[in-house]
């Protein structure tokens, strides 16, 4: 059924954040194509009737107590960061920011 | 018509627009609850700490670090979704909003989508003049908050000498409530009034819960207002904006006031309206609009894995709707009947602020109709003068209680009471202390005060004539002259008593 | 003095206990080994020598001192370079990583650090687990001890080279449709996938949430056991961990050795055997059941229709749950940071750049496609699809264990294939998965035994084969218990361990 075009990689790699070269494109839509069309037939047997698993044990209500633990040291926190600066996380120019 | 500075070209004036379209709201209310610990991590949450330093692997999103529900949390939702008259989920759970952005730490928000805690409710909201409107909820759904970027400008620019931000991860995780209301219609006019009303109503409601300390100014608290207009209440709903982060009550009515004029202009000119985000200006009371983003509405949620579904026994729900306190509106109408006040003098009190002093200052033995004499009074002149909230005047309930006691039992009169009030507020002391520091008691033996009435009779032999001739009218000049005498300490009614048993 | 290298991890605990060796002694071997032979098997990302003598000079002075000491004191491990380890470089096998040195333990990391267990080293893996030959590392590929021109499985292929090259007594794996079961058949080493909730998910970088599940990596079942029980068990960190206690494992093992099954039933699930499988891969699957019916086992047929769908939907269920979990590499916080080479440097160009420069071609795919499966408009149809098709395995695996005690299979298709052979055939490359995925999709444990040794079908020299035992979700002691009773009767068949039959390395 799946024909995935070079525009639908395009669009769904902009989605998840990722610079893809054109080869790469090229070379995923490709292989998507058959991937899709083999894991496709899922639906063949996903019955309106069949409810959705995303649990594989049935747990409810875990909760935790309220109450603090210590928190991360801050320069453990920043010593990871590519930028810092004034005990925060430096980044670049975030568009829509006022 | 204005132009603004926002790029829209024309608004229509707001009674004009109102007259001529029916507008529609929709409120989306955030509120952070007051946990100490976050949504999905035990960092302690604060306001006001230094940057990052709360913060565990959960909150800032690293890898391997996995979320669990603070219980408390549910709870506090829980409380919000029944004083919302809603119904409490038997199962729920929470999903992954995925979107990019750096303060978002997992770059997914963490929220309930099609499974909210709590659905179908509603409050009813009282506006100024007492006019009830009653606000549909659809939902109250638990969510976690983002941190905050600070932009930073471009001199001073350290990324390629570009402009930059700082992000401090402590308000990452905070515990969210989201209230969503489905469309608010058949206000008409009053549209801005019962938004503003609204949100307020949800304030108190939240301090009352104790769920939240529900600071507007501290962001607590925050409103994204829909709007839209159509041309009858009978018309189908027309597209509608979404003004984003309103963060006061007169913000609130102010947004939507401006909506309606910005939509009509467009209407009026046969234009469609854009669906969109928009942008409140405080500035102006204008909206602009958002920036355009291309996958914004593509979230790809799905059932967050790392969770499992929130199932609240019936048990625990009943258990926590008997534990709900008074609700703010089941509390005036209780107190109104208690008090006696009529609907005009109830409706002043609340709007004054001035319930919970008068509530206060009963309990400390004055009547409601002492308590609400001083407070809607004397005090609430004096408030306005100084320019400050009636709570924030420095005088308790139990201190006009004491004052009136003093009255009421004759020890000094009203005018007294007032300067006794001066030197509470100035400082100098509870009721009684300052009573006897400035020396003002009345005078209630009556040696001296029979030396004054005798001085003074002495002094008007004529007007003594008339009211023995048995003319009574002019004996309030003797009773003036007494009262000059004893520089207002004496009891005018005692004084009468002896000048009219004295002249006998 | 025995070469402290080829004791198994239980056999290394005793000759520790018995005061005959040192911690250090032992972590000094292993270290040595790794020196001599890891150049050819680049089992190891990252080796933690002194980490890991100072640990065992720890213990060392604490068994002086009487101290009572877990029974795993002083027993070096290697652990997968997915589990986050405080001070150790975590990297899961990516560039997007490389140098990020967590400021936090795992909690099965903590729990190995309680027990005074020396960490020799983080091991090679396919990037963020996604692969089943470890050729998917960022960082060179994994050799299979048996033929270094072969993979060693993924994506744990490094725990197990590590093991089967007697670099490391145990290690950590982790398992999210085959990674630590696939690997243990190839070379011949024992992997465990517990219960879903059985071992805490808490510092394991996350591939697939909801089918992730850390395990032992051993040369014995017994062995496995020990290491299970050590860092399984409850986690509150963990809302997917089960409050129960874990089911006696050691015990299970312990009494599986003694070779008795009288009364077992075990399952023979149609679905798992035939095509696509590898001749000498059915003919040892064959001999091993026929050991486990001597030992008085009954051996059923059962069947699991819904099987056939369970690589389709992993296929959605893993890259949907991956695309959002891997969404947090994104240049902001930690790991690398990559500009655009041109135009605007914004937050969001930096992510893609970011992105794209430091995710691998597989982890690039899976990504592109978990996200085309959430979204708009194909949800219902692809993930919400996948999602019922779990259920339907559910509910064949309770049919089935209405059959049988424990069900069984070949755990891979075939034996190691060379490096690159299925680099450029993801559809191929997959299929290595075909039997371990159901138990993923269902949450119940399994366990791979090494069972025997097949011709390759390129002809090659014989290669290591593995059965596959699945119980119930929870009952994971009857892994324990029926994979001890087959290795104790293979064992007695060959007269010694099937690694002894691997060639001699360095």
């Known amino acids: 059924m799946s024909t995935i075009s070079r525009d639908e990689v395009a669009r769904v790699a902009a989605l998840a954040r990722i610079d893809l070269r054109d080869d790469e494109v090229d070379r995923l839509a490709g292989e998507l194509d058959v991937i899709v069309d083999s894991i496709a037939r899922v639906r063949e047997v996903a019955t309106p009737d069949v409810p959705a698993t995303s649990h594989p044990l049935p747990l409810t209500n875990v909760f935790r107590e309220d109450v603090p633990q210590p928190a991360l040291p801050v320069a453990d926190v920043l010593a990871a960061a590519p930028d810092a600066q004034d005990g925060r996380f430096a980044v670049p120019q975030i568009l829509g920011e006022e | 018509m204005t132009t603004t500075t926002h790029g829209t070209p024309a608004l229509v004036a707001y009674d004009d627009a109102v007259r001529r379209y029916d507008p529609v709201i929709g409120i989306e209310v955030h509120v952070e609850l007051g946990t100490r610990t976050k949504m999905f991590c035990p960092a302690e949450q604060s306001f006001g700490a230094e940057p990052n330093t709360q913060t565990t692997p959960v909150s800032l999103g690293l890898p391997g670090a996995l979320p669990v529900v603070n219980g408390t949390a549910v709870e506090y939702a829980i409380r919000i979704g029944l004083a919302l008259n809603c119904q409490i989920a038997e199962s729920c759970r929470f999903a992954r909003k995925n979107y990019f952005y750096p303060d978002v730490p997992k770059n997914f928000q963490t929220s309930q989508y099609d499974e909210p805690i709590a659905f179908e409710g509603w409050l009813d909201v009282e506006l100024e003049d007492g006019t009830v409107h009653r606000v549909e909820i659809e939902r109250a759904h638990m969510e976690e908050d983002a941190g905050k970027n600070t932009h930073v400008g471009g001199s001073a620019g350290r990324i390629h000498g570009a402009e930059y931000s700082l992000v401090d991860y402590n308000r990452a995780g905070v515990p969210l409530v989201e209230i969503v209301t489905k469309p608010i219609t058949g206000a008409g006019e009053r549209a801005p009034e019962v938004a503003r009303a609204y949100v307020q109503a949800l304030r108190d409601i939240f301090r009352v819960l104790d769920v939240s300390e529900a600071r507007m100014e501290r962001g607590n608290v925050r409103a994204d207002v829909n709007l839209s207009l159509r041309a009858t209440p009978e018309s189908p709903l027309g597209t509608r904006t979404e003004t984003k982060n309103v963060n006061s009550f007169r913000s609130v009515e102010r947004a939507v006031r401006y909506e309606v004029s910005r939509q009509a202009a467009i209407l009026d000119a046969g234009e469609t309206v854009i669906q969109e985000t928009r942008h409140f200006h405080e500035e102006d009371g204008s909206t602009s609009p958002g920036r355009v983003k291309s996958d914004a509405e593509d979230y790809r949620y799905f059932p967050e894995p790392d969770l499992v579904p929130v199932a609240p026994s019936r048990e625990w729900v009943e258990e926590i709707r008997a534990t709900l306190p008074e609700l703010p509106q089941a509390r005036r109408r209780r107190l109104h009947d208690e008090w006696g006040f009529a609907d005009a003098e109830m409706r002043d009190v609340v709007n004054a602020g001035a319930l919970d002093l008068i509530e206060a200052t009963v309990a400390a033995g004055a009547t409601p109709a002492a308590a609400r004499k001083w407070w809607m009074g004397e005090l609430a002149r004096r408030a306005k003068q100084d320019e400050v909230e009636l709570a924030d005047l420095a005088i308790t309930p139990a201190q006009i209680g004491e004052l009136q006691r003093l009255v009421d039992s004759g020890r000094i009169n009203d005018k007294i009471a007032r300067q006794v009030l001066d030197g509470v507020l100035a400082g100098e002391g509870d009721p009684e202390a300052v009573v006897v520091a400035r020396g003002l008691e009345v005078v209630s033996d009556d040696g001296p005060l029979l030396e004054a009435i005798d001085a003074a009779l002495a002094a008007q032999p004529d007007i003594v004539e008339k009211v023995r001739g048995g003319n009574q009218g002019p004996v309030g000049a003797i009773i003036g002259s007494v009262m000059k005498a004893t520089r207002g300490q004496a009891d005018a009614k005692r004084v009468r008593e002896l000048v009219l048993e004295r002249i006998g | ?506």
């Not at chain 3, 030959?133 to 050799?143: I, K, Q, R, V, Y």
């Not at chain 3, 270094?148 to 292929?157: A, F, M, T, W």
């Not at chain 3, 494992?249 to 077992?264: H, I, N, W, Y």
């Not at chain 3, 298709?413 to 993923?440: H, R």
Request: net charge negative; glycine share 10%.
């Open chain 3, 1 to 506: 003095m025995t070469d402290l290298t080829r004791l198994s991890a239980a056999e290394l605990a005793e000759t520790l206990a018995r005061k005959e060796a040192s911690s250090v002694e032992a972590t000094r071997a292993h270290l040595d080994r790794i020196a001599a032979v890891d150049g050819d098997v680049h089992a190891f990302l990252h080796v933690s020598e002194d980490d890991a003598l100072a640990t065992a000079a720890d213990v060392d002075a604490r068994r002086a001192a009487g101290e009572e000491l877990h029974p795993l004191a002083g027993v070096p491990i290697a652990v997968k370079d997915v589990v986050v380890t405080k001070g150790l470089p975590s990297t899961a096998g990516s560039k997007i990583l490389e140098g990020w040195i967590p400021p936090y333990d795992a909690t099965l990391v903590e729990k190995i650090r309680a027990a005074g267990l020396p960490i020799l080293g983080k091991t090679n893996m396919d990037e963020f687990a996604m692969g089943s030959s470890t050729e998917h590392s960022a960082f060179g590929n994994t050799h299979n001890p048996w033929d270094l021109d072969r993979i060693p499985g993924g994506s744990g292929g490094g725990s197990a080279a590590a093991v089967a090259a007697f670099e490391a007594p145990l290690a950590i794996g982790t398992d999210t449709g085959g990674s630590i079961r696939q690997p243990g058949a190839v070379t011949g080493t024992v992997g465990v996938k517990p219960t879903y909730g059985g071992v805490s998910r808490y510092g394991l970088i996350a591939m697939a949430s909801s089918l992730d599940q850390a395990g032992p990596v051993t040369r014995t079942v017994l062995d496995s056991a020990l290491l299970h029980e050590l860092i399984g068990g409850h986690d509150p960190r963990d809302s997917t961990s089960i409050a129960e206690p874990l089911p006696p494992l050691v015990e299970a093992a312990r009494q599986g050795a003694l070779g008795d099954l009288s009364g077992l039933k075990v399952g023979v699930v149609t679905q798992l055997q035939g095509e696509g499988y590898q001749p000498g891969v059915l003919a040892r699957f064959h001999e091993s059941l026929e050991l486990l019916t001597k030992a008085g086992a009954e051996v059923v047929e059962v069947s699991c229709p819904s099987f056939d769908y369970a690589l389709a939907a992993y296929y959605l269920i893993m890259p949907a749950e991956a695309s959002s979990n891997l969404a947090k590499f994104d240049g902001m916080r930690f790991g690398l940071r990559v500009e655009p080479t041109d135009g605007p440097v914004t937050a969001e160009r930096v992510m893609a750049a970011t992105r794209g420069a430091g995710f691998g071609d597989e982890v690039k795919r899976r990504v592109v496609l978990g996200t085309y499966a959430l979204s708009a408009g194909y949800y219902d149809a692809y993930y919400g699809s996948a999602q019922k098709v779990r259920t339907l395995i559910q509910r064949d695996f309770d049919a089935a264990f209405a059959q049988a005690d424990v069900l069984v299979s070949p755990t891979a298709p075939t034996t190691a294939f060379k490096l690159g052979e299925k680099l450029d055939d993801p559809l191929a490359m997959y299929l290595n998965d075909v039997a371990t995925i159901p138990a993923n999709l269902a949450g119940v444990p399994g366990i791979s035994v090494p069972n025997g040794v097949a011709a390759s079908s390129d002809g090659g020299a014989d290669l290591p084969t593995g059965f596959q035992i699945l119980a119930p979700a929870k009952a994971d002691d009857r892994l324990y218990r029926v994979g001890a009773a087959l290795e104790s009767a293979l064992e007695s068949t060959w007269g010694a361990p099937l690694l002894s039959r691997a060639p001699e390395l360095g």
